[in-house]
């Protein structure tokens, strides 16, 4: 009986791994284990190798391992890639056409199982489900509903190769990769996406628009294919800039708007963000990250695009940004963010990669009557004449009306504006709206979510990460060994507070920045953001250049 | 009753004798014929002097950026389909800037009224050649001469079989104003292409050289699209105004599942739809 298996699958696209991969995933989830998906594919839609790691445990399982139990090839290359990872005693799955020897293997014969092609997968999951001791009903379960929106032939057809698939493997007599019980409940399968999605879904988003790159085009094309029912607009647009005009223009409306792009779709997008922070337009910018410069390695991950969403836009104005570490705190930060964005009238971003994007997790269901609705815009106002979209407030934030709804005028400007939204080049008022918008950073910064700390009262060395590293550390630190070292973890990455890490940091005997990049773009920020204020600024921003005489005003020489 | 005084009077920035002036004429008397108040359209504009026309009137107002105007606009229209919402911009900002998101709301035929304050010319950043000057064209940024072949925004509209495709001349304020309610009346995309002077900038198409040329086609049907084609072609010594093409393609938004409403903001995520949703998860 095993307690924790790592199993992958490894093929060309278009074979069909990530279907059996899926449909495994699902049963072991139903089963009551822990999975931890880890994908990994290259940028073309036929061929090449592709990979569907999952790995399965008793205990929590929280991020990818190297070693394999077992090898499931659907072709030649996947053994030659991966039997260096083979444990001792692990088994490698293959059909009999490709070629291997050596001990530990075991032919499925794909093609008499299955009628026909179609069907292979099918035979993968039975042989696969007998292998770990998976009680039959379950995947016969996964079947009828992931096929019984089709004819019941298709159902009845497929629970015959499952059951052929099953009979086989029996008759092979193997069970020393059975996984012991659990009786944990079953949670959801979902990857980082989903999270955002169904995040997305609670908070009430309207409208989203998008330009598809991977790995976020999964976010609008599910919006669009599960949100009609609750009347959610989703157009993918002709370029990431009419993106994200258009989630702005639906903002302004009055619509719950998101965008979801990668870095080099981002990249274009930040002539919108600078205008969502000019116009104090709500709006959730969702940003997968993965490796550039360019167009990169479009399929593989990194967090290399902290410091473009940090500084994405001209000009100044506040945002904040979100960085889930797993699918449940994708969902709970997604919310947060749209309403945030609501409450600060700006972006707000969360920032994701391709590891968690498309990572599938064991979640528990969230809790959904925890979500209240972010605040919406309003639709009256008692003396239309007196509206004015950028009323000077003490906290910045003006009052937010939908257009056409009553006799009121709702003015919205990118150009510098007078409380009423039309345009000006008087300083004076470019200086009290800078000031105005600015201020708005307090409402970010009065719940700015401070890191989680795992471990240890007092720690020898200490894990600082953030976003999608958060499984990786954590199991690092199990396996260091009990009481050595702590992480670290930021879920937010902009703004930040130091009372929230200043102490713990200092405390430690050492602390080691783990992340996704070459240039360590977060350990850097923070180390920034660590030093002590310092008052001694003299600030101009209304439009003139500094001079001698502003500068000596302001300067205490006494 | 709404009379154009209800659209207000303001001070402008722009040069006395620019064409602008004349079709914020135009538009104001084409919205009080309509009986349309000033809170119930929504104008969308970029950057540029065209641009700022949204300012000098009475409306609800989005002014975005340079050669975006449609995107956002479209953004609107989707979030509120009941919404009147016109797009102002110049040749620069629509065609140029924004070229591809004016080709895009061609073929999505969303409905939006497009008013293209045409002068040939880049009017903000003082004086460039824009998409649309003539070959040859002589400007301080192209001293030789303009070496591009203009774009021919009236033609390429009608190829595409835009909904409602029409040229106006700010010198013919009501023959304008008319065609703008049209325009709003059309359903889907609709374009105005607007010839504009700026007396400024653009000594070659001046307000003589348009009145010259403007002549109002008799007989033309405007639902015969290869008729259409030739006369959107037609520039030079004669250049025809009013509408030159009208399609019957339904509006997108009209396409649109709002199941709920068709104000998006009202959409609030039922409970027990989410919850559906989730399980499809388990
Ligand atoms: C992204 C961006 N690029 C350039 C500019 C500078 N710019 C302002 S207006 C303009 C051209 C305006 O020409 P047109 O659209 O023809 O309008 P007109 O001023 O003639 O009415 C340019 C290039 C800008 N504001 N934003
Ligand atoms: S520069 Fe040209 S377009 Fe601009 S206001 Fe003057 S005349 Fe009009």
């Given at each position: 009986?095993r307690r924790e298996l790592?199993?992958?699958?490894?093929?060309?696209?278009?074979?069909?791994?990530?279907?059996?991969?899926?449909?495994?995933?699902?049963?072991?989830?139903?089963?009551g284990y822990n999975v931890h998906?880890?994908?990994?594919?290259?940028?073309?839609?036929?061929?090449?190798?592709?990979?569907?790691?999952?790995r399965a445990g008793v205990e929590r399982v929280l991020?990818?391992?190297?070693?394999?139990?077992?090898?499931?090839?659907?072709?030649?290359?996947?053994?030659?890639?991966?039997?260096?990872?083979?444990?001792?005693?692990?088994?490698?799955?293959?059909?009999?056409?490709?070629?291997?020897?050596?001990?530990?293997?075991?032919?499925?014969?794909?093609?008499?199982?299955?009628?026909?092609?179609?069907?292979?997968?099918?035979?993968?999951?039975?042989?696969?489900?007998?292998?770990?001791?998976?009680?039959?009903?379950?995947?016969?379960?996964?079947?009828?509903?992931?096929?019984?929106?089709?004819?019941?032939?298709?159902?009845?057809?497929?629970?015959?190769?499952?059951?052929?698939?099953?009979?086989?493997?029996?008759?092979?007599?193997?069970?020393?990769?059975?996984l012991a019980?659990t009786?944990q409940?079953?949670?959801?399968?979902?990857?980082?996406?989903?999270?955002?999605?169904?995040?997305?879904?609670?908070?009430?988003?309207?409208?989203?628009?998008?330009?598809?790159?991977?790995?976020?085009?999964?976010?609008?094309?599910?919006?669009?294919?599960?949100?009609?029912?609750?009347?959610?607009?989703?157009?993918?647009?002709?370029?990431?800039?009419?993106?994200?005009?258009?989630?702005?223009?639906?903002?302004?409306?009055?619509?719950?708007?998101?965008?979801?792009?990668?870095?080099?779709?981002?990249?274009?997008?930040?002539?919108?963000?600078?205008?969502?922070?000019?116009?104090?337009?709500?709006?959730?910018?969702?940003?997968?990250?993965?490796?550039?410069?360019?167009?990169?390695?479009?399929?593989?991950?990194?967090?290399?695009?902290?410091?473009?969403?940090?500084?994405?836009?001209?000009?100044?104005?506040?945002?904040?940004?979100?960085?889930?570490?797993?699918?449940?705190?994708?969902?709970?930060?997604?919310?947060?963010?749209?309403?945030?964005?609501?409450?600060?009238?700006?972006?707000?971003?969360?920032?994701?990669?391709?590891?968690?994007?498309?990572?599938?997790?064991n979640?528990?269901?969230?809790?959904?009557?925890?979500?209240?609705?972010?605040?919406?815009?309003?639709?009256?106002?008692?003396?239309?004449?007196?509206?004015?979209?950028?009323?000077?407030?003490?906290?910045?934030?003006?009052?937010?009306?939908?257009?056409?709804?009553?006799?009121?005028?709702?003015?919205?400007?990118?150009?510098?504006?007078?409380?009423?939204?039309?345009?000006?080049?008087?300083?004076?008022?470019?200086?009290?709206?800078?000031?105005?918008?600015?201020?708005?950073?307090?409402?970010?910064?009065?719940?700015?979510?401070?890191?989680?700390?795992?471990?240890?009262?007092?720690?020898?060395?200490?894990?600082?990460?953030?976003?999608?590293?958060?499984?990786?550390?954590l199991e690092?630190?199990g396996k260091?060994?009990?009481?050595?070292?702590?992480?670290?973890?930021?879920?937010?990455?902009?703004?930040?507070?130091?009372?929230?890490?200043?102490?713990?940091?200092?405390?430690?005997?050492?602390?080691?920045?783990?992340?996704?990049?070459?240039?360590?773009?977060?350990?850097?920020?923070?180390?920034?953001?660590?030093?002590?204020?310092?008052?001694?600024?003299?600030?101009?921003?209304?439009?003139?250049?500094?001079?001698?005489?502003?500068?000596?005003?302001?300067?205490?020489?006494? | 009753?709404?009379?154009?005084?209800?659209?207000?009077?303001?001070?402008?920035?722009?040069?006395?004798?620019?064409?602008?002036?004349?079709?914020?004429?135009?538009?104001?008397?084409?919205?009080?014929?309509?009986?349309?108040?000033?809170?119930?359209?929504?104008?969308?504009?970029?950057?540029?002097?065209?641009?700022?026309?949204?300012?000098?009137?009475?409306?609800?107002?989005?002014?975005?950026?340079?050669?975006?105007?449609?995107?956002?606009?479209?953004?609107?229209?989707?979030?509120?389909?009941?919404?009147?919402?016109?797009?102002?911009?110049?040749?620069?900002?629509?065609?140029?800037?924004?070229?591809?998101?004016?080709?895009?709301?061609?073929?999505?035929?969303?409905?939006?009224?497009?008013?293209?304050?045409?002068?040939?010319?880049?009017?903000?950043?003082?004086?460039?050649?824009?998409?649309?000057?003539?070959?040859?064209?002589?400007?301080?940024?192209?001293?030789?001469?303009?070496?591009?072949?203009?774009?021919?925004?009236?033609?390429?509209?009608?190829?595409?079989?835009?909904?409602?495709?029409?040229?106006?001349?700010?010198?013919?304020?009501?023959?304008?104003?008319?065609?703008?309610?049209?325009?709003?009346?059309?359903?889907?995309?609709?374009?105005?292409?607007?010839?504009?002077?700026?007396?400024?900038?653009?000594?070659?198409?001046?307000?003589?050289?348009?009145?010259?040329?403007?002549?109002?086609?008799?007989?033309?049907?405007?639902?015969?699209?290869?008729?259409?084609?030739?006369?959107?072609?037609?520039?030079?010594?004669?250049?025809?105004?009013?509408?030159?093409?009208?399609?019957?393609?339904?509006?997108?938004?009209?396409?649109?599942?709002?199941?709920?409403?068709?104000?998006?903001?009202?959409?609030?995520?039922?409970?027990?739809?989410?919850?559906?949703?989730?399980?499809?998860?388990?």
């Open positions: 009986m790592n199993i992958l699958i490894g093929g060309e696209a278009g074979q069909g791994l990530v279907t059996v991969g899926e449909l495994l995933t699902k049963a072991l989830i139903r089963s998906v880890c994908q990994g594919y290259m940028s073309r839609i036929r061929g090449g190798h592709n990979t569907f790691a999952v991020g990818p391992v190297s070693k394999i139990d077992i090898l499931v090839a659907l072709n030649q290359e996947t053994i030659t890639l991966h039997k260096g990872q083979m444990r001792e005693d692990g088994l490698v799955l293959k059909d009999k056409e490709i070629e291997m020897e050596g001990d530990g293997l075991l032919e499925i014969p794909f093609k008499e199982l299955a009628p026909s092609p179609l069907f292979e997968n099918v035979v993968g999951l039975g042989f696969l489900s007998a292998l770990l001791g998976l009680d039959k009903a379950v995947p016969q379960g996964c079947i009828k509903d992931i096929f019984g929106k089709k004819k019941p032939e298709v159902v009845e057809k497929n629970l015959d190769v499952l059951e052929a698939a099953y009979s086989f493997a029996r008759k092979q007599g193997i069970q020393s990769h059975n019980r009786d409940k079953p949670g959801l399968m979902l990857t980082g996406n989903d999270g955002v999605i169904l995040g997305a879904m609670a908070a009430g988003v309207n409208f989203c628009s998008y330009y598809p790159m991977t790995p976020s085009t999964g976010i609008p094309m599910t919006l669009n294919a599960k949100g009609k029912s609750l009347g959610i607009v989703v157009e993918q647009a002709e370029d990431e800039i009419a993106a994200i005009n258009m989630a702005i223009g639906a903002s302004y409306a009055g619509a719950r708007s998101m965008v979801a792009t990668s870095g080099g779709g981002f990249a274009l997008m930040c002539e919108g963000v600078s205008l969502a922070g000019m116009t104090e337009t709500p709006i959730v910018i969702v940003v997968g990250q993965r490796p550039g410069p360019a167009t990169g390695l479009p399929t593989r991950t990194e967090q290399g695009d902290l410091n473009l969403v940090l500084y994405s836009g001209h000009g100044e104005f506040p945002r904040a940004i979100f960085a889930p570490g797993n699918p449940e705190q994708g969902f709970d930060l997604t919310v947060r963010a749209f309403d945030l964005a609501e409450r600060s009238q700006g972006p707000v971003f969360v920032l994701t990669d391709q590891y968690l994007a498309d990572s599938y997790r979640v528990p269901p969230f809790d959904l009557s925890r979500v209240k609705g972010p605040a919406s815009p309003g639709d009256s106002w008692p003396d239309p004449q007196t509206y004015q979209r950028y009323a000077l407030t003490d906290d910045g934030v003006s009052p937010r009306l939908v257009p056409t709804l009553g006799p009121y005028l709702v003015v919205a400007d990118s150009d510098e504006h007078y409380p009423d939204g039309h345009i000006t080049e008087d300083l004076e008022v470019r200086t009290a709206m800078t000031e105005k918008r600015l201020s708005k950073e307090k409402i970010i910064k009065q719940d700015v979510v401070p890191p989680d700390y795992y471990g240890p009262d007092q720690v020898q060395t200490l894990l600082v990460c953030w976003g999608s590293t958060l499984g990786p550390a690092a630190q260091a060994g009990k009481n050595k070292v702590g992480v670290l973890h930021f879920t937010q990455v902009w703004p930040l507070d130091q009372d929230h890490f200043r102490e713990r940091m200092g405390s430690a005997g050492r602390v080691v920045f783990v992340e996704s990049n070459a240039t360590a773009q977060f350990a850097r920020l923070l180390e920034r953001e660590v030093v002590p204020d310092s008052k001694n600024y003299i600030l101009r921003y209304d439009g003139l250049p500094l001079d001698a005489e502003y500068i000596l005003a302001r300067l205490d020489l006494s | 009753m709404v009379s154009v005084d209800d659209y207000g009077d303001f001070e402008t920035a722009w040069c006395p004798g620019c064409g602008n002036h004349s079709i914020l004429k135009a538009v104001k008397k084409a919205l009080a014929s309509m009986g349309l108040e000033p809170h119930e359209s929504i104008f969308v504009s970029g950057i540029g002097q065209a641009a700022k026309s949204p300012h000098y009137l009475k409306a609800n107002v989005f002014n975005g950026l340079h050669g975006r105007a449609l995107p956002a606009a479209t953004g609107i229209k989707l979030a509120n389909p009941r919404a009147n919402v016109i797009v102002q911009s110049g040749d620069g900002c629509n065609y140029g800037e924004g070229g591809n998101h004016f080709l895009a709301a061609i073929r999505r035929n969303i409905g939006l009224t497009l008013l293209a304050h045409d002068n040939q010319i880049y009017g903000l950043t003082k004086g460039q050649a824009s998409p649309t000057t003539t070959q040859g064209h002589a400007t301080k940024a192209q001293p030789g001469g303009n070496p591009s072949a203009p774009f021919n925004p009236v033609a390429v509209a009608v190829t595409m079989q835009a909904n409602f495709v029409a040229r106006g001349f700010s010198g013919m304020i009501d023959h304008l104003a008319d065609l703008i309610v049209q325009a709003i009346n059309h359903p889907g995309f609709s374009l105005i292409d607007i010839m504009q002077p700026c007396v400024t900038f653009n000594k070659v198409n001046t307000f003589a050289w348009y009145k010259e040329r403007c002549y109002e086609p008799q007989g033309h049907d405007p639902e015969d699209w290869e008729q259409a084609i030739r006369l959107a072609n037609q520039w030079g010594d004669r250049i025809p105004v009013g509408v030159i093409y009208r399609g019957t393609r339904p509006a997108f938004e009209q396409t649109l599942p709002h199941p709920t409403n068709d104000l998006l903001y009202k959409n609030r995520p039922a409970r027990d739809v989410l919850k559906e949703i989730m399980n499809v998860y388990s």
